[in-house]
């Protein structure tokens, strides 16, 4: 999509890299969780270690909050999962409930983008009391999901290796 400000195209250039179908660099966030069963998002490597279920939260998750935070809501709408930075999962870890989740993280992927579309010249602002501006936390939740789909891959690999 082409905005029409060279560094908003940017971003959302780069948003859109490390989600959506495959990036240069492989796989996205949501290549990563596509095709998962809530079984295979549930498995953990060791006590005490986070699950493909609960990091595709936590990404959704702070989505969510960079998006508020550049948005300067003074009163914040609560993310649909209890808990902070990892939200806690569903009562029900079934197939509907791992759909539901997919579905929220895609909608918070797109309203960080409309949100970035609506910035204007606020790229260089600071984002509340943050050190970091504007531009520089949208590039970091991009960064927050290669990073992220990069522990989901190596779990997906560990999974079907102990599963043989």
């Known amino acids: 999509m082409r905005h029409g400000e060279p560094r908003i195209d940017l971003l959302l250039q780069v948003l859109d890299g490390a989600f959506l179908a495959r990036g240069w660099q492989g796989a996205t966030l949501s290549g990563a969780v596509r095709g998962l069963t809530p079984r295979q998002a549930l498995w953990r490597p060791g006590a005490g270690r986070h ?10 998750y702070w ?8 948005e300067g809501r003074a009163e914040r709408e ?17 197939a509907a409930a791992w759909r539901a989740d997919v579905a929220l993280l895609k909608a918070e992927h797109a309203r960080l983008k409309r949100c970035v579309e609506g910035l204007g010249g606020r790229l260089d602002t600071r984002v509340g009391a943050s050190r970091w501006t504007v531009a520089e936390s949208v590039y ?6 290669l990073y992220h789909t990069g522990q989901i891959q190596l779990l997906r690999a560990l999974a079907r290796r102990r599963a043989r």
């Open 51 to 60: 699950n493909i279920w609960e990091l595709m939260l936590h990404t959704a």
């Open 63 to 70: 989505k969510h909050i960079v998006r508020q935070r550049i």
């Open 78 to 94: 609560a993310f649909p999962r209890r808990g902070r930075n990892f939200p806690d999962l569903p009562v029900r870890c079934d």
């Open 140 to 145: 970091g939740v991009a960064a927050h999901d």
